[in-house]
């Protein structure tokens, strides 16, 4: 049976090429990065290239500037606490977010709000894209921190991120955005962009999992993360994950080297994908429909369940998701399709397919295929399709 993994939004598959780069530090080059001989200082010079290759791929002005950590959800949980913490002193007790931010941005937010911190959840309206405007009228006197995603992972939505930047620079607010989901594929430049702190993680462009890094800009303190060791300037203890550092490195190089050519085609994929779908009745898109990741698309069928659908489908050899993969097996509907103003009932029934470099127009043919019949089969079998064909009946 064809198979097609369709939820590189969850993770992505490990390119070999990061995976030869990362070998030697598996497997011979097993020094500890503070030792002083050898097999250390080797250890050292890779963990050190591979931070200076990530700053200058982000635009950073300095290498001393990139702190790695766990992934993405640590590097968001060490901004924002770190940072709130930091300038509670000074009379700062004040977040502004967005209502439809990743868990590791929300969750952190609602732990801050118990140690009594003021959290403003901005709203992101039918297309899922904060207003600037409404960032600048939340910005208030105690206010220590904005945090707004790059791209949104459900429904890939790109956030005005430029335009944020410039005004929280103008007001002397600290900005941190989550770009797990947009790093390798948009052009980031946290330079230009006036980002004071940024995430992102391997995972999500083919490199390791459990590797990530926060960009902190140089005069912005966030409290210390790890105490322990001089790791990360003494800012995260803990010996480094070497291999994986390399790959995250030679991942986001190889993501950004090749995204212009992959941007083209994904949307090309993208877009056919979207108008065979919406020829299924009571379909519709989630989010905007060109202001997206190039890569994602995300989509509600009345009168079905996504679960049964996602079940179906995963028989079918395509491996989606409903969402986000940290909220799958819990029944309430996703809370970024809520804050898009979906109903309950309809939020339900979404779809969420994630292509990357691996995917290819055959990949479309075969769901275009497949989804249609499914969505058409549960129908059968939905009460709730009866309905919705009764009231269609009546009106
Ligand atoms: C995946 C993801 C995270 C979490 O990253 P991990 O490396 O899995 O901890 C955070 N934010 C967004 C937007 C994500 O998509």
Known sequence: MRKIYADN??????????????????TTVYGNPSSLYEIGAEAKKAVENAR?????LIGAKSPNE?????????ADNWAIKGMCRALKQKGKNHIITSKFEHHAVLHTCKALEKEGFEVTYLDVYENGIVKVEDVKNA???????????????????????????????????????????????VHINVEEQNIDMLSLTGHKF?????????????????????????????????????AGIVGLAEALELAISTMEERNARLTKMRDRLIDGLLKIERSRVNGDRTNRLPGNINMCFEGIEGESLLLR????????????????????????????GLPHEIAHGS???????????????????????????LRQMSPLWEKIKEEERNS
């Open 9 to 26: 939004a969850a993770t992505t598959a490990l390119s070999p090429k990061v995976l030869e780069k990362m070998m030697p530090y598996l």
């Open 351 to 377: 779809m969420r397919l994630s292509f990357s470099d691996d995917n290819t127009e055959e990949d479309v043919d075969y769901i275009l295929e497949k989804v249609p019949v499914i969505v058409d089969y």
């Open 52 to 56: 200076a290759k990530i700053a200058s």
């Open 313 to 340: 489908l995963d028989m079918a050899g395509i491996s989606a998701s409903s969402g986000s993969a940290c909220t799958s097996g819990d029944l309430d509907p996703s809370h970024v399709l809520l804050s898009i």
């Open 206 to 242: 083919h490199g390791p999992k459990g590797c990530g890094a926060l960009y902190i800009r140089r005069g912005v303190r966030p409290d210390v993360l790890i105490d322990g060791g001089a790791q990360e300037r003494t800012r995260r203890a803990g010996t480094e994950n070497v």
């Open 66 to 74: 990139i702190y790695f950590t766990s992934g993405g959800s640590e």
């Open 139 to 185: 910005i208030k006197d105690t206010t220590a921190l904005v945090t707004i995603m790059y791209a949104n992972n459900e429904i890939g939505t790109i956030q005005p991120i430029s335009q944020i930047g410039a005004i929280c620079r103008e007001n002397r607010v600290i900005f941190h955005t989550d770009a797990v989901q947009a790093m390798g594929n």
